[in-house]
């Protein structure tokens, strides 16, 4: 009939749904290993499918919180230049009696990944060479760790990170501020004598 009814003192949730899904639907994990004449090699790779996140928080909603500064992201907005931006305009999303960014399907972060988070590459030398430095064995190696991440979250936000506190509360105002995993490198040497 056209008419809209605001459901308020209902069961009836309309056309509400369900959408997103903060908790991973499928974790993955990948170990490839390989020896080849003193060589070796070893990468670990871990990820997440089909897990997308209403996230709040001004990391992800510019102005979610009321005197917070606006992040580098925020200026991907509508302007008659820029008609194709992720934020339909700059505003304090606290102050809007409208919610401007209600939540709806166009936030959704697909927090789906693909992470390389070991990979290592050795060289054992031959044991003859060692024998008359009275070595049973020496190896020499590079490590590095979290070198690189496939993703599509569109803010400069960690696929990896959850929205619960330490103690299991939801943290929507902090979302995206907490430090990313470091990416390290690390070269070795391993004696056995």
Do not use: C, H
């Given at each position: 009939?056209?008419?809209?009814v605001?459901?308020t003192?209902?069961?009836?949730?309309?056309?509400?749904?369900?959408?997103?899904?903060?908790?991973?639907?499928?974790?993955?994990?990948?170990?490839?290993d390989?020896?080849?004449?003193g060589?070796?090699?070893?990468?670990?790779?871990?990820?997440v499918?089909?897990?997308?996140l209403?996230?709040?928080?001004?990391q992800?909603?510019p102005?979610?919180?009321?005197?917070?500064?606006f992040?580098?992201?925020?200026?991907?907005?509508?302007?008659?230049?820029?008609?194709?931006?992720?934020?339909?305009?700059?505003?304090d999303?606290?102050?809007?009696?409208?919610?401007?960014?209600?939540?709806?399907?166009?936030?959704?972060?697909?927090?789906?990944?693909?992470?390389?988070?070991?990979f290592?590459?050795?060289y054992?030398?031959?044991k003859v060479?060692?024998?008359?430095?009275?070595v049973?064995?020496?190896?020499?190696?590079f490590?590095?760790?979290n070198?690189?991440?496939i993703?599509g979250?569109?803010p400069?936000?960690?696929?990896?990170?959850?929205?619960?506190?330490?103690s299991?509360?939801?943290?929507q105002?902090?979302?995206g501020?907490?430090?990313?995993?470091?990416?390290?490198?690390?070269?070795?040497?391993?004696?056995?004598?």
């Amino acid at each position: 009939n056209g008419e809209i009814v605001k459901q308020t003192n209902t069961n009836d949730k309309g056309d509400l749904s369900v959408i997103g899904n903060a908790l991973p639907r499928l974790q993955f994990g990948l170990n490839l290993d390989a020896a080849w004449k003193g060589f070796d090699i070893s990468m670990f790779f871990q990820g997440v499918a089909k897990r997308k996140l209403w996230a709040a928080g001004n990391q992800v909603l510019p102005g979610f919180t009321t005197g917070e500064p606006f992040y580098k992201g925020a200026e991907d907005y509508w302007t008659p230049e820029n008609t194709d931006a992720f934020y339909p305009r700059p505003m304090d999303y606290k102050q809007s009696a409208s919610g401007n960014y209600s939540v709806n399907d166009r936030y959704l972060l697909n927090m789906a990944y693909l992470r390389l988070k070991t990979f290592t590459v050795g060289y054992s030398l031959p044991k003859v060479w060692l024998s008359k430095f009275k070595v049973q064995g020496l190896r020499v190696y590079f490590t590095g760790e979290n070198l690189f991440t496939i993703d599509g979250v569109k803010p400069a936000i960690d696929p990896e990170i959850g929205i619960r506190t330490a103690s299991g509360k939801s943290d929507q105002r902090n979302f995206g501020r907490s430090y990313p995993y470091q990416k390290t490198v690390s070269f070795g040497i391993q004696l056995s004598l």
